[in-house]
């Protein structure tokens, strides 16, 4: 089984701080992603990647970084934290394509407040 | 333009009873994937069933079938004799495959499902 693990399921931090939330994947996949979840608005993609460090953006980018250093492992950084990404973070992993029905496989997530 | 459009923010069905969440997508790329994911109170993501774009058949998988209309550019999730553990968010979700495997999944906004005994 594909194990995806967020380092954290709950998390607490303060406007202004950089924040950091690792993910990593155990079954050497090339795609990973970074997702958030909010009340009626599903998930959202923030950032992915496909390889080790590269990087492309997704559809909400702005305030977020990532960083691809090692191949199962995809951290994604909150420069300035504020109190609009309040969310649930969401990180998934996926095998490169063949015929491209591979799942996106997701870890538990990461609840994370920003006071 | 949104991509993947599910217009049920949420539904209550009786146990044992059969239910259809709604899911509406638009592409251009004849080639694509749908995905069907629930997801508990818990919060996890779990994989329920796939159907590619050149798929003949509609996908099966245990009491979940995914009804594909691609005239229609639907891809509803159908759920047979619902229990009360059926009783989660479900998402919707699409992959093109312009760029074959890198590409990610798009989801749409979510349906609440609750099961009634």
């Known amino acids: 089984d594909v194990k995806v693990t967020q380092s954290s399921r709950y998390l607490v931090k303060r406007t202004g701080e950089k924040v950091f939330l690792e993910c990593v994947q155990d079954?050497?996949?090339?795609?990973m992603f970074w997702y958030r979840q909010d009340p009626g608005l599903g998930l959202r993609l923030i950032y992915f990647?496909?390889?080790?460090?590269?990087?492309e953006k997704g559809d909400i980018p702005e305030g977020y970084s990532v960083s691809r250093e090692k191949k199962e492992r995809f951290s994604l950084i909150l420069e300035s934290a504020s109190t609009n990404q309040t969310s649930m973070y969401l990180c998934?992993?996926?095998?490169?394509?063949?015929?491209?029905?591979?799942?996106?496989?997701f870890g538990d997530g990461t609840r994370l407040s920003i006071l | 333009a949104q991509k993947i459009t599910q217009t049920q923010p949420g539904m209550f069905v009786q146990e044992k009873e059969a239910v259809t969440l709604d899911c509406t997508y638009d592409?251009?790329?004849?080639?694509?994937?749908l995905f069907w994911y629930k997801q508990p109170s818990s919060g996890e993501m779990i994989f329920l069933i796939y159907?590619?774009?050149?798929?003949?058949q509609n996908a099966t998988e245990g009491r979940y079938s995914l009804n594909f209309q691609k005239a229609r550019k639907s891809a509803n999730l159908v759920i047979s004799a619902s229990q009360l553990g059926d009783s989660a968010m479900y998402f919707c979700?699409?992959?093109?495959?312009?760029?074959?495997?890198?590409?990610?999944?798009?989801f749409g906004k979510g349906t609440r499902l609750s099961v009634i005994a």
């Open positions: 998934a992993s996926r095998a490169f394509g063949d015929r491209g029905n591979q799942p996106q496989h």
């Open positions: 079954m050497d996949h090339e795609n």
């Open positions: 990647s496909y390889d080790v460090k590269m990087k």
């Open positions: 592409t251009s790329d004849p080639s694509y994937g």
């Open positions: 159907q590619g774009s050149y798929d003949q």
């Open positions: 979700a699409m992959r093109e495959y312009r760029n074959s495997g890198n590409t990610p999944l798009v």
